[in-house]
Nanobody, 116 residues
Framework: QVQLVESGGGLVQPGGSLRLSCAAS????????LGWYRQAPGKQRELVAG???????NYADSVTGRFTISRNNVERTVYLQMNSLKPEDTAVYYC??????????WGQGTQVTVSS
């Protein structure tokens, strides 16, 4: 069982930055594939960024060059650094972990609002 707790969301002006954190419980963090997803009102949940066990990353086209995903296996935390934020980045952001057996766990989400 893996529990995920996101933090770091909030209200930010366009062009600003936020760093989201997702802390995981348990002792299998090193073997988890991790990702950040977001869901805006009236839209489907979408992948924002992912990071593999070995540290390979992938990004949605809409955030490439602005967002950076990283992981700290000692702290059992995955981060999403978000720069140059736009109003269209407004959404609830979720952390997801996938085990080697393809079991998935989700966090409760954290709201990010980009507005002047």
């Amino acid at each position: 069982q893996v529990q995920l707790v996101e933090s770091g969301g909030g209200l930010v002006q366009p062009g600003g930055s936020l760093r989201l954190s997702c802390a995981a419980s348990g002792n299998i963090f090193r073997s988890l594939a991790l990702g950040w997803y977001r869901q805006a009102p009236g839209k489907q949940r979408e992948l924002v960024a992912g990071i593999t066990v070995s540290g390979n990353t992938n990004y949605a086209d809409s955030v490439t060059g602005r967002f950076t995903i990283s992981r700290n296996n000692v702290e059992r935390t995955v981060y999403l650094q978000m720069n140059s934020l736009k109003p269209e980045d407004t959404a609830v952001y979720y952390c997801k972990a996938r085990t080697t057996r393809n079991t998935e766990y989700w966090g409760q989400g954290t709201q990010v609002t980009v507005s002047s």
